[in-house]
């Protein structure tokens, strides 16, 4: 059995968000091979999702970002099964971080915001970004609405 060293175990788990055990086995797995382990964490996070997707996501967070200059501002809806999770820093968080993808990038709806490589991280999409939270939290997550507005101009979608 390989040995892996802890220092790519934090390694993986801050480019994933998966949980200590979750990337040891991944590098396990993967022969201690980096990127190997983020793409089979990246599939079993598809997974986990794809078996949440039916589960209702009743609470969640409107989360706000005003760009720079107060020219562009964001209102984004995202939703979960459970109060706790709602209210947890990180899935607060990871509202924040749609909003400010969806000022920089002005997605026309939902479908083409999750198919747009997420602009705090181009490796990944928006879907792979909420993937990643179904895994880490365990629970069913939408992006409901979302408006943009840059001055003189609204999109909702």
Known sequence: ???IKAELVK???ELTSAGMMEAKQALMEAAGDLE???ELLRARGAAIAAKKAERVAANGVVAS???GGNKIGVLVEVLVETDFVARDEKFVAFA???AVHIAGMNPADTEELMTQPFVKDPSITVGDLLNQQVAFFKENIKIG???RMELGI???C
Do not use: C, P
């Open 1 to 3: 059995m390989m040995e």
């Open 11 to 13: 390694q993986l788990r």
């Open 36 to 38: 190997k382990a983020v």
């Open 65 to 67: 970002y005003i760009h």
């Open 96 to 98: 924040r971080d749609l």
């Open 145 to 147: 609405r979302f408006v």
């Open 154 to 156: 609204t999109e909702a």
